[in-house]
């Protein structure tokens, strides 16, 4: 079921279009990948999502009507432009943002203390906003938009100011949500936590959807026709036309009309032992780079 779904959008400033025509649903259970460069139009389109910005044309529906203040306290924003209330203690912060999303102040109070014990930041509670690191500051908003548990959680580049370890640890609840049924929408330029953390993607590029679909299949029409194989024998030696990887296996080009698997069985029947076998899959880095070379 699509619990955002967007159909023609086209939103304009002016004479320049941010966005155009532009289709696409975010299912139940799903960590949804929004990617693009800097002034593709993400921000735009969640923001037309979240109902903060009309668009000109087309639809858009959340929870399946238009966007509406119930539908609304059902989801939780993190964007990228980060706000907080920086002269407010860390724990009183929190327990506002919780009463503001319907829950009553002792709840919201338990829930402020739980989430920081979650984030690593139960000795802060009591220190004031300014105070923090723009790491920990991060990690309350974080908080704060997980608090309340919703079912639609859109994050505007998460990771940003986040050290390595802190960087697992909200990856870790991105996916401890997708176990719970929830849903993430992640706009974020680091392609690997994309590969990492995503089920289905969209490539947004000069306002116009460039890619869209599940990330594995994504992965594979991008690929070239190539296999590495792991083997102590010597390929070039048996006249295999094949070079050598960085992985320390063979790089082999098939041609247009082999198959992976057809490849392989005629390396076995050929006598070749193979240790290890793998189809050459594209990284989202250079799928990301060769798409917005191209241009939309």
């Given at each position: 079921?699509?619990?955002?779904?967007?159909?023609?959008?086209?939103?304009?400033?002016?004479?320049?279009?941010?966005?155009?025509?532009?289709?696409?649903?975010?299912?139940?259970?799903?960590?949804?990948?929004?990617?693009?460069?800097?002034?593709?139009?993400?921000?735009?389109?969640?923001?037309?999502?979240?109902?903060?910005?009309?668009?000109?044309?087309?639809?858009?529906?959340?929870?399946?009507?238009?966007?509406?203040?119930?539908?609304?306290?059902?989801?939780?924003?993190?964007?990228?432009?980060?706000?907080?209330?920086?002269?407010?203690?860390?724990?009183?912060?929190?327990?506002?943002?919780?009463?503001?999303?319907?829950?009553?102040?002792?709840?919201?109070?338990?829930?402020?203390?739980?989430?920081?014990?979650?984030?690593?930041?139960?000795h802060?509670?009591?220190?004031?906003?300014?105070?923090?690191?723009?790491?920990?500051?991060?990690?309350?908003?974080?908080?704060a938009?997980?608090?309340?548990?919703?079912?639609?959680?859109?994050?505007?580049?998460?990771?940003?100011?986040?050290?390595?370890?802190?960087?697992?640890?909200?990856?870790?609840?991105i996916?401890?949500?997708?176990?719970?049924?929830?849903?993430?929408?992640?706009?974020?330029?680091?392609m690997?936590?994309?590969?990492?953390?995503?089920?289905?993607?969209?490539?947004?590029?000069?306002?116009?959807?460039?890619?869209?679909?599940?990330?594995?299949?994504?992965?594979?029409?991008?690929?070239?026709?190539?296999?590495?194989?792991?083997?102590?024998?010597?390929?070039?030696?048996?006249?295999?036309?094949?070079?050598?990887?960085?992985?320390?296996?063979w790089?082999?080009?098939?041609?247009?009309?082999e198959?992976?698997?057809?490849?392989?069985?005629e390396?076995?029947?050929?006598?070749?032992?193979?240790?290890?076998?793998?189809?050459?899959?594209?990284?989202?880095?250079?799928?990301?780079?060769?798409?917005?070379?191209?241009?939309?």
């Amino acid at each position: 079921m699509g619990i955002l779904e967007y159909r023609g959008v086209t939103k304009r400033f002016g004479r320049h279009a941010a966005l155009t025509d532009v289709s696409l649903e975010v299912l139940s259970g799903e960590v949804f990948g929004l990617l693009g460069p800097n002034g593709a139009g993400k921000t735009t389109l969640i923001r037309i999502g979240l109902d903060i910005l009309r668009a000109d044309e087309g639809e858009v529906t959340l929870f399946g009507a238009p966007p509406s203040h119930a539908s609304l306290d059902r989801t939780a924003y993190l964007p990228e432009e980060r706000g907080v209330y920086r002269r407010a203690k860390v724990r009183d912060l929190l327990t506002y943002l919780g009463k503001l999303k319907g829950l009553r102040r002792g709840a919201a109070a338990k829930a402020s203390g739980e989430w920081l014990e979650r984030v690593g930041l139960s000795h802060v509670a009591d220190h004031r906003i300014d105070s923090l690191s723009k790491g920990m500051t991060q990690k309350v908003q974080i908080a704060a938009c997980l608090m309340t548990d919703p079912e639609l959680c859109v994050l505007d580049e998460p990771f940003s100011g986040l050290d390595p370890v802190n960087v697992g640890l909200v990856r870790e609840l991105i996916e401890e949500r997708r176990a719970n049924g929830r849903t993430t929408l992640l706009s974020t330029h680091m392609m690997h936590q994309v590969e990492a953390l995503c089920d289905r993607v969209a490539l947004v590029h000069q306002g116009h959807l460039v890619v869209y679909g599940e990330l594995g299949e994504i992965r594979r029409r991008y690929s070239p026709n190539e296999v590495i194989v792991w083997t102590e024998m010597d390929l070039v030696a048996l006249g295999v036309n094949a070079t050598r990887h960085k992985t320390g296996g063979w790089r082999i080009e098939l041609p247009a009309s082999e198959t992976a698997a057809r490849y392989l069985n005629e390396l076995v029947r050929n006598g070749v032992l193979i240790d290890r076998y793998e189809p050459l899959v594209a990284r989202m880095d250079d799928i990301f780079v060769s798409l917005v070379s191209e241009g939309p």
